[in-house]
């Protein structure tokens, strides 16, 4: 199928590992052009080497603190043109309401949470001055699936999952439209680093982490390119009618609901 994304401009936060790396790489082989942004110049170098190697296609990155409102302006002031832009960035800490202080909750929310909302603001202006843009958020599971041990994420998640309906429902009236997609546990190599952590401490041996895995469907984490393939589907024109949703992507662990 094609996507028709070729020559489109596509800005992916938190670019160079995980989803985002895998977003990249998908969205450069469908002939975007693509901008990784995150705060690691060498991960950012790895992946733009590799994307180009295996694409052929355009590659920018920015080593920018995206949890900074000033790094934030400076790379809207150097991508204003962007067609797509990938929210991706962040990582909230796991732990409970007293597990985790304030500082160390803001700090997170301000990459995650109003890192999201204030680079939509500022790369929505420019969208809506040519009549025409995407915005995709990634988001997650926990949004919709409340855990008290992950409190933080919980919360943050599930506001910008408001916040991606709230804009989304109105956005098309400015030509532009915005979605989200919340992952469920995907084999990245931060969740691998997590689940090595928690077998150490549950089974005595980190390297028993894939045992973890056991009880999810198809006893196995996600794929980070099916996060990437539904994305670009996203972010086409092939899904021209679709905003102000959010899609989970979870294999119906979201839906796994008893009465008894």
């Known amino acids: 199928m094609d996507l028709k994304l070729g020559g489109k401009k596509v800005l992916i936060t938190g670019g160079s ?72 960035a962040g990582a909230i800490p796991g732990g409970s309401l007293f597990d985790v202080e304030e500082p160390r909750w803001r700090e997170a929310w301000d990459l995650k949470v109003f890192g999201y909302i204030n680079l939509t603001r500022m790369m929505y202006k420019n969208m809506k001055s040519r009549g025409s843009g995407v ?57 691998i680093t997590l689940l090595e952590t928690r077998a150490g401490s549950e089974l005595g041996d980190k390297t028993r982490w894939k045992e973890l895995l056991k009880g999810l469907p198809l006893d196995r984490a996600g794929n980070p390119q099916e996060i990437a393939d539904l994305v670009a589907f996203l972010a086409s024109p092939k899904s021209a009618y679709t905003s102000g949703v959010v899609f989970s992507v979870d294999g119906g662990v979201a839906s796994r609901t008893r009465v008894l």
Request: one cysteine or more; glycine letters at 12%; a negative charge.
């Open 17 to 88: 590992r995980g989803l985002g790396r895998a977003i990249g790489g998908t969205m450069a082989e469908e002939g975007c052009e693509v901008i990784l942004a995150s705060r690691t110049e060498a991960d950012l170098q790895k992946a733009q080497v590799e994307i180009t190697e295996s694409t052929g296609a355009e590659v920018s990155v920015h080593a920018f603190d995206l949890s900074k409102t000033e790094n934030l302006e400076r790379l809207v002031n150097v991508c204003a043109d962007v067609d797509i832009l990938v929210n991706n």
């Open 135 to 191: 915005i995709v958020n990634i988001i997650g599971l926990a949004g919709e699936r409340f855990d008290s041990n992950y409190i933080a994420g919980s919360t943050g998640n599930a506001g910008l999952m408001a916040f991606t309906r709230a804009l989304g429902g109105w956005s098309l009236d400015d030509g532009i439209r915005v979605l989200g997609v919340n992952p469920g546990l995907f084999a990245t190599d931060r969740m």
